[in-house]
């Protein structure tokens, strides 16, 4: 079994390969990587198969993309999708 | 260039997997597109390669989509189906050829072709959980049942310590037992309904003998992990500040009224909600294809005898049809592209006893719905500052105002007046729960009407503005 390791807001963390970038975070113990733009309330992982949008976050600067659908890969940068 | 193709399969899940193999296996040029990145959609879901684990482990009918793949590889290498991975769909347009405006699933996807022809459809586009709101289940650490299953299966990961999985319907099951055999502790499976309600239905539940071995099965598992399964449960609070700490369970009546003094709160920190589940019909409404309420209330798409919509050329197969389970799904798939290749090919379709086992497979889905019905007063458990749309943070306060002083009486009124469905699922997580509510609110019944209303979407997925705006300019399609 090959780990990989990604940065969440500066933070480095391992990963299994063949785990969802949703997965990865949830197995590290975070469970909300957003807020929502008018009541500021948390957001994370809700559906896990890519109809509900909680989970969007911005992979290797690409903003809004569906955490639980996108594979964690060697040396991605996490981090929030600000703004909605 | 755009590339024509006999027939577009969407959907590889059990449904449009098994259509391709057969679709192609009868002779005609296929391209089958699905947003996954390997066949088998959300009901075969495939660990990574590097998890290194036994990819049968929590799967039921391994061999036969072993066979399936097996199958649609060799029909690649034949050039007989083409296969695009991690696509989705997002525009439709009907017409002769029908048009598919692709885009990848996901952003780091590999490109994929702008537009595919086909003459013919094989809609397959499965379905998610159904959710209900309640007081809470906004925080993190509340998700959908699918979605644990989806963890658990494909990235092997553990979302909680402590479960509370609740809704209605079969599917709790395998998803607690398998959140308990990944090491996690289930505080209590609530079941809505009583299991007596299957009791009315054995006529219709003894089509389906099988399905009976296997929540037997799920039992079995349940008392060896000591897994607490209350029926006629409610959760009616997700409780935490941040994030989830823990539930209110309540005893309710047969119609969903919570028996006063039974409530009662737990520690958990996952919270499983699944009320059944309901199908993605974008493609399906976009091409014009009539609906209809099933038995569980969820839209879906009327079909004839031989899978065929109310669309020429437009056949659709899987929960599209009726949330009815992937053997069923299987079956559908199968005969949609048998019909197909019978009527392309003029030779006569003999599919009898194919018929024969779907028909027994739609009544004991009937049965299903029948045993596990969205409870009647379900919206007692809200209070009026439960969000109704997670997306737009819209309350329940928002939805009885729009029906109550503003006048507004359907679904689609209520969006606009409230923005309820606008956000960024569409939707997809709240208009069957809206609809039911303002229903309910205004006194009339859910109809399918009222569904449609809030179930089309221009785009099936988002597509980028630059796309949306060369899509004025028509293509001409070639012959592949």
Redesign the interface.
Known sequence: ??TVTVTFAGRTMRA?????V???L??AGV??WRT?R??A??????????????C?LT??G?PA??A????V?DGMILGETGG? | MTERFQVAVVGAGPAGLTAAVHAAAGGLSVVLIDAGARPGGQYWRHRGPALGTDERAGHHDWRAFAALCDALQAHVEAGRVHYLARAQVALLQPGQPFLMHLTPATGDAPAVPDVVAATDLILCPGGYDRQLPVPGWDLPGVMAAGGVQALLTGSRTLPGKRAVIAGTGPFLLPVAAGFAAAGGEVVAVCEANSPLRWARQAHRAAQAPGKGREALGYLTTFARHKIPYRPRTVLTRVLGDSEVGGAVLAKVDPTGRVVPGTSREVEADLVAFGWGFTPSLELLLAVGAKTRLDADGSLVVAVDADQATSVPRVRAAGEATGVGGAALARLEGELAARSLVADATGKPLRARALRRRIRRLRTFAQAMHAAHPIPASWAQWLTDDTLVCRCEEVPVAAVRNATGNLGATDPRTVRSLTRVGMGWCQGRICASACARLVAGLTNGALTADALQATSSRAFAAPLELSRVARLDAPSTPEDA
Not at chain 1, 42 to 54: K, T
Not at chain 1, 68 to 71: A, D, F, S
């Open positions: 079994m090959s299994r390969d063949g785990q969802s949703a997965a990865a949830t197995a469970r909300s929502t008018r009541g309330r948390p957001r994370g992982l809700f559906c896990g198969i890519g109809a509900c949008f909680d969007l992979i290797d690409r993309q569906r639980c659908l996108v594979p890969r909605d």
